[in-house]
Structures are given as C-alpha cells and as structure tokens.
C-alpha cells in the first residue's frame, strides 16, 4: 500500500480505493487493528506468527504440566485415563503444528526477505492466507475440547485405535480436518518462500552466498512441500473413515493397519526435520556473530543440510521397527538411519570449530545456542540407539523414547529459538532484551530441561512405558533406579523449565517498558537483515543491497589489511545506513493490504465444522471459499496506479503518483 | 524495484506464478502418489463385492480418456493463442478445452452409477473405498480445472486479469496438462493392469 516518498518516510500513505473486488473495496488503513488483520506485509505476518505459536506454546505447555503432575506421585488423581489421553495427544500435536512450526515460520517470514535483500515475498497475500490458516485451524483443534472431549490417540493417531470404536467423540474428527487447515498453510507457506528464494534474491546473491538460516529454511521447505500431501492423504482416510462409511483402515474388512504408519511417517519422518532444521539455521547465525569468526565450512553445513533433506525421506520405517517389517526393511532403515546421524555430526563439527579461536562473547542468544549443541548432541546420540534395531526393539514405548525426541526437539528446536528470539529481538523491536534476566531465562531453561527430560532415560530403560496414565508403587522398583524417585525428579524439573520460559515473558515485559532504544548493530552482525534499520521499513530497504560476499553487510564495514591479513573496520552501520538513505530509491509501490487472505482462510473451518456436523454448513463454507477465490483473483497484489491518485495536495504524494510511468 | 514486486524480473527467469504452480504441481504428485499408492495396496480386496474386472468398461473408459487428453491439445492452443495476444481465439481454445473436460467428468458421474448400481458403493470394499477416494480425487481436480478455465474466460472477456494475460493462462495450462498426465497414470494403474 504505502508509497514511499523521500525525505518524507513517514508520511502514511494516503490510498483511495478505485474499484471494488468481488463486493469490497480495497482495505486502506495504515494504523490501528485494521493494518494487522488486512495486511500482507512479510514483518507484520512474521511476528503474528511468532505471538500466536508463543501462545499456543504457553497452551501446550500447560498440557505438558499437567502430564507431570499426574505422573509425579504414583495412582496420580490429577486426570482421568481418558483426559489423559486427550492430553498427552494434544500436548504433542500443539507442540509440533502449532508452536514449533508456525515459530519457525514466523523467523522465516520476518528474516527470509531480509537477509536476501528483497523488499517482499513472491506471494503477499498467499503469505497472508498461510498465517489466517494456521490460527484458524489451530483454534479449530482445540474446539474438540469444549465440544465432547479433544483427540486421543496420541499425535501419531495409529489406526484402528482411530476409529470410531475405539475413538467415539468428535476429537479424532477435529484432529483430522484441524490438521488439513494447517497442512494447506504448510503447503502454501512452503510454496511462498521456495519462489521468494528462488526469485526474488537482490543481485549478486548466488545460492552459495545465502545465508545459512535462509539456506536451513529453504530446505525445510521443500520437505514441507513434499510431506504435507502425504500427511493430507492419510487424513483424507481417516476422514473418509470416520465421517463417509470408507473401510481404509477396518481390519475386519482386511485393512491393513500398516498403511497409515507408513502414510505417517513418510510425512512424520521429514517432519522432525521440518522442527529442527529452522533452528541448525538460527544457531549457524549466532555462532560466527558471537564467535567473530566466519562459519566454519561454510559449504559442508549448507550441503549436510540439504543431505540431512534427502536422507530424511528414506529413514521413516525406523518407527516401526516394532510392528514386524521383516528383516531386509530392518536392516535397510537400520543402515540408512545410522548414515543421517553423518550429516548432522558434519553440522556440529562445522560449529564447534566456529567457536575454536574466537573471541567468544557470551550473550543469552550465544549461551542457547551453545546449549543447542551440546543437548542436540546427547538427543542425536539416544537417536543412534534407536537405529541399532535390536536396542530399539526394547526402547520402543517407553520413556527412553520420549527422553530422546525432548533432548532434539526441546534441548534443539526449541533452543534454538530462544537463541533467535535474543539474537534479534532489537532488529524487530529496535530494542535489546535484559541480558541478565536473559541468563536467568537460559539457566533455569537448562536445569529444567535436564532434570525433566533426562530421568526419563531411566524410567525408559527401566521400563515405564509411554502413555500410561498411572505407575503404581509395587512396580515402581527399589534402589537407585526406582521409578519413583526419578519422575518426582522429572516433575520437579518440569517446573523449573515453567519458571525458566516465565523469564522470558518477563523480559519481554520489562524490555518492551524499557525506553532505550536498541543501537543500529548491536552485535556486530554479519549478513543483510542488519543493514537496515531497526525495526525495518515498511519497504526493507532504502536501496536494494549489491551482494558480493558471503556475509556482505560485514564485508561492507570490514576490509582485509594487505599488510598485516588483519580485518580492520573501513565503515560503522550508521554510515551505510546514511549512504542508502541518500541514495533511496523512490517511488516504491509495495503489495496492498486485502481482504481476501482472512475470508477465504475463514471458510475453510466453517467446511470442516460441516463435515462434522451437518453438510449443509460446509455448503456455506464452499460459498464463502469460492467467493473470496474470486474476489482474490479479480484484485491485483499491488493496487493500480490509479489508487494513488486524487491524494491531498501539498504532501508531495500527489505528484509521485502523478510522475510513476 | 517495483518490477520485482509485480513479478517480471526474477532471479531465475520464470515468473513467481509460473514457478510457484510448478511447486504445488510437484507437492501433488505426492497427493497422487499416497492416494496412487492406497488403492495398489487394496485393489483386490474385494470381500465379497464385485471385481474390477467385472465392472470396468474399457472402451467407454478408453473414449473418454481420449476426450481428456485431446483438451491438452486444445489448451496448448489456448496458450499458443494468448502468447500472440489474440483474445478471441484464447477465449474460444479455454472453452473448447473446458467443455471436454467436463465430457470426461460426465463420463465419470456416468460410470460412477453404473459402478454403483452393479453392487460397488463406496462402503462395499477396500476396493471400492480406495477406487472411488482415487478417481473421485481426479474428477475434483478436472472439476477445479474446468471452473478456472471459465472463469479465466469470464476475466479475459472483462480485461481485468491482474497481470500478464498470456502468464495466468499459461499457468492454468500447467495445471491442466498435470491433471491429464496423472489421469494416464491412473488408467494405466487401475483399468489396464489386470489385479
């Protein structure tokens, strides 16, 4: 919408709608909840995504206290077996599609664009619809809980435990089609960034100048793109099953129950890649900034990235080594599961020798990420257990399972978050977050998460299988190793890990009461996103950077000392700043907010409540999707020169319009 | 920068639409795949209803394959047409090509009751579940397919689409020529190969 017309930036822009999509007139509003809802900007979505997984992070982790709680002392009263089972089914499934993915797309939205020096995404209202989806199909699985009680069939929903013998409320059927809105915000978020990637890099950017975390998501979204159908198959089944009469998974009519494993774990194996990968990406940031070292091996970290990619699709049968494949499927999955563990080992090699010789700084962002590497590792190495199918044979559904998938997800994914956030808060919010509570936040995270997840190494070896809702004190054992000892330990650690992310929400509270504004270049930083100012411009950037290095806004400010092979500093940031400002380019049309992008997400639950409920509103729901297509189709991204026209005289703007073509 | 931002300037050379369907088209290759994959799996697990071999009509089935792929053809003029920026042959390729499409899905409501009234529903079989959950799938695909090309008809009459006429219809016609391809596949794999 905005037009930008220097010296003036900050004059909004004054739009008047000229023709009308479908029944509404463009949307206007620069200000206000209107320019949140309606907009199509890649920052403003970035952070929507961000805000609304914390939430559903808080709403998951409730869930998971719950858990420990019920499981801290033996017979627990806390839940009942059934609402236990809904609970451990939804923590999982709110932990991975509603947190950990969508925060990941938020960091991708906000900082892809950035640091490939474009001023948008190739598809702002697709972008736009991706968010809508995801919150609304979001909301959508959690309804189940007010309306006769949420799925629970654990997040890998095997069949014929789905069924409606053995699942008869509607949770499994909110699971299923909640799934399928946020599947089509995968998809169509992956599409949106591959084309910006691909496309709208700023000249000079070759594939091997990106920077890693772009290069990370990237990857990530072509395995989005490939697994999301898979997944969508599989629900279309189930469905099919639950709510159409088909038979997909009825043993008795000689289904076969393995096909939704299968179907599962195609999509679920490069699935925990889609988790961690975004944050290999955020951790390959940190650590030359903090280390002021460039990555080391810059090509093997993008290279096991994209191996770590390709491999992930033919390791899937590693969860089902239980279920009788045969000994050929055992051994070959066995083979390949063990060779993804080289990848990855390539990564935190590559890391550990950024750090070797630097001038380390220990800020909070560093402290996470350094914390990614060492729990990533202890997870990665429970994992290789796991490939030696014998061993895994005995791990399989127990507590050693579910220690191994927190110390990836939590001590890797999430780490790796929390060192993003740190790391570029001030370029989002112009303002630094309080280290000192930053420390207290790692800390409290790091003894929480240990004390939580690494007991259940013991109660896994010990035996206490996965999803029971009760231990009893006569099983529990004696000695050293009793069961009772060590989940009171681990829930004790789940509070802790509680007061370690509350830290963070109170940096955010006294950061954003804090008036001090954050410096241009905080941290000496190395790639494009930095180059402009904090936060961003609506536009990104005053001058659409020219990439020559790996690293070009640190190649900028530093050159090679002839004499002495030192870097010596030939520029601040400020400088660079001043030069793109005096060289801005002018008349700068950026996409225009819309409508559409919400309407046409907000039919898609209004079709699966219908589906549940009765066909006729699913018939509402079609008519509310195929009209927005329309109304969609009919407007163009960005509005027609014509828009800016007739503005107020005397701002200057009604000449800019005048003058473009 | 403005071109960037209305997509005629890339880094590759191919406009965002045009590589942004050749993305979803390869993420529905795996939709086709799994659903491809199901029905292999259950094909001859008939329990009782009827076979494939006892209900499929190959020659009817045959033509109207033909008719479909003959509207590739068609959508290649349509293309060809909008390249040379010649509305009315555009217009009149997009409905030639939409109204064999739509022969092809009449074909299949067609065959669908016959299906049905020789003893295959939907909740006879694995069969019959996993055959419908296919092809169904395809003819939502032509049905989607058909409803584009008239409303790109409708839009182009108006002169109203955003963009560059010539790149929308060639992006229709990519989606267009997928269906049809994967409707070869699926002839080959559920009627020509005998269980």
């Given amino acids: 919408m905005a037009i930008i017309e220097r010296p003036a930036p900050t004059v909004p822009a004054i739009v008047t709608p000229t023709s009308t999509y479908g029944l509404l007139k463009r949307p206007v509003s620069t200000t206000g909840w209107r320019s949140w809802v309606f907009t199509v900007d890649h920052k403003k979505l970035g952070i929507m995504y961000a805000a609304t997984a914390m939430f559903f992070f808080i709403v ?280 993804i563990a080289v990848p990855t080992g390539v990564k935190i090699i590559n890391w550990t020798l950024t750090m070797w010789g630097g001038k380390l700084w ?63 808060w001030p370029k989002v919010f112009g303002k630094m977050l309080n280290e000192k509570i930053g420390s207290w936040n790692f ?48 829930s004790i650690g789940s509070f802790i890990l509680t007061v370690g992310i509350l830290m963070f929400l109170i940096n955010v509270v006294v950061t954003a009461r804090n008036p001090n504004k954050a410096p241009l270049d905080p941290w000496n930083a190395r790639s494009l996103e930095w180059m402009t100012s904090n936060p961003p411009k609506e536009h990104n950037f005053d001058v659409i950077p020219t990439v020559h290095h790996l690293d070009e806004f640190f190649h900028q400010k530093f050159e090679e000392d002839e004499a002495t092979h030192t870097m010596k500093q030939v520029k601040t940031a400020e400088e660079i700043m001043a030069e793109q400002e005096r060289n801005a380019d002018k008349h700068i049309h950026m996409p225009s907010p819309s409508y559409w992008p919400i309407v046409l997400a907000f039919g898609l639950p209004i079709i699966t409540f219908g589906v549940i409920y009765s066909h006729l509103i699913s018939v509402v729901g079609g008519v509310i999707v195929l009209f927005a297509s329309y109304g969609w189709a009919l407007e163009s991204s960005t509005a027609p020169d014509s828009d800016f026209e007739n503005n107020t005289p005397g701002t200057g703007l009604d000449k800019v319009a005048a003058n473009h073509d | ?30 939709l086709f795949g799994g659903l491809i994959s199901t029905y292999m799996l259950y094909r001859g697990r008939v329990s009782g209803g009827p076979r494939p071999s006892q209900i499929f009509d190959i020659p009817f089935t045959s033509v109207s394959s033909f008719v479909l792929l003959m509207s590739s053809l068609t959508m290649v003029l349509a293309v060809s047409a909008a390249h040379k920026d010649d509305d009315r042959k555009t217009n009149l390729w997009l409905t030639v090509t939409a109204l064999l499409g739509a022969t092809f899905v009449g074909g299949q409501v067609y065959e669908f009751t016959a299906f049905y009234k020789e003893g295959l529903g939907f909740s006879t079989s694995l069969f019959g579940s996993s055959f419908y959950t296919l092809t169904g799938f395809h003819g939502v695909h032509v049905t989607v397919g058909i409803i584009m090309l008239m409303s790109l008809v409708g839009i182009l009459k108006r002169s109203t689409v955003p963009g560059k006429k010539a790149e929308v219809v060639e992006m229709i016609g990519l989606y267009w020529h997928f269906v049809d391809v994967v409707w070869i596949i699926i002839f080959t794999l559920v009627y020509l190969i005998p269980v």
């Fill in chain 1, 443 to 490: 800390w409290l995270m790091i003894i929480g998460l240990n004390m939580t997840f690494g007991p259940m190494h013991i109660l896994g070896l010990q035996g206490q299988p996965r999803r029971m809702y009760q231990w009893t004190e006569a099983r529990a054992g004696e000695g050293f190793f009793n069961l009772a000892f060590w989940n009171l330990v681990a």
């Fill in chain 2, 1 to 30: 920068m403005t071109d960037v931002a209305h997509g005629h300037a890339s880094s590759t050379g191919i406009s965002n639409v045009k590589l942004g369907m050749w993305a979803f088209l390869g993420s529905e290759c795996l």
């Fill in chain 1, 362 to 424: 220990f800020t909070t962002a560093m402290k996470f990420s350094i914390g990614l590497i060492v729990l990533f590792t202890v997870g990665g190495l429970s994992g290789v257990t796991h490939a030696v199918a014998p061993s895994d044979t005995q791990q399989t559904d127990t507590y050693y399972i579910v220690a191994h998938f927190h110390y990836v997800l939590f001590g890797g994914a999430v780490l790796g978050i929390f060192s993003g956030f740190y790391y570029w």
């Fill in chain 1, 60 to 339: 998951g982790g409730v869930e998971a206290l719950l858990i420990r709680l019920q499981l801290a002392a033996p017979n627990g009263k806390v839940l009942n077996a059934d609402l236990y089972n809904q609970m451990f089914t939804m923590h999982a499934t709110t932990m991975v599609f509603l947190f950990v993915m969508p925060m990941a797309a938020g960091f991708a939205n906000y900082f892809v664009p950035l640091q490939i020096g474009a001023r948008d995404v190739a598809f702002p209202r697709l972008n736009a619809f991706g968010f809508w989806a995801f919150l609304f199909g979001g909301i959508f699985l959690n309804l189940a809980w007010f309306l006769g009680g949420a799925a629970d069939g654990g997040w890998f929903m095997y069949a014929p435990n789905s069924g409606p013998v053995f699942s008869p409320s509607n949770g499994v059927d909110f699971w299923a089609l909640g799934l399928q809105i946020t599947g089509i915000a995968s998809l169509t978020g992956a599409i949106n960034l591959i084309i910006t990637v691909l496309n709208m890099r700023a000249p000079g950017m070759t594939l091997m100048k990106m920077p890693l975390f772009t290069w990370m998501i990237t990857v990530v979204q072509f395995l989005l793109l490939f697994a999301v159908p898979v997944i969508t198959v599989a629900l279309f089944l189930l469905s099919f099953q639950r709510n159409f009469g088909a038979q997909f998974f009825d043993v008795a009519a000689g289904a076969d129950p393995l096909l939704w494993q299968h179907l599962f774990w195609i999509f679920g194996h490069p699935e925990v890649y889609i988790l961690i990968l975004p944050s290999f990406g955020i951790v390959s940031e940190v650590l030359p900034v903090f280390s002021r070292k460039p990555l080391f091996g810059y090509p093997f970290v993008v290279f096991s990235g994209a191996a770590i990619g390709f491999v992930g699709w033919g390791v899937w049968a590693h969860h089902m080594f239980a279920s009788g494949l045969g000994p050929v499927s055992v051994a070959v999955f066995s083979l390949t599961t063990m060779a």
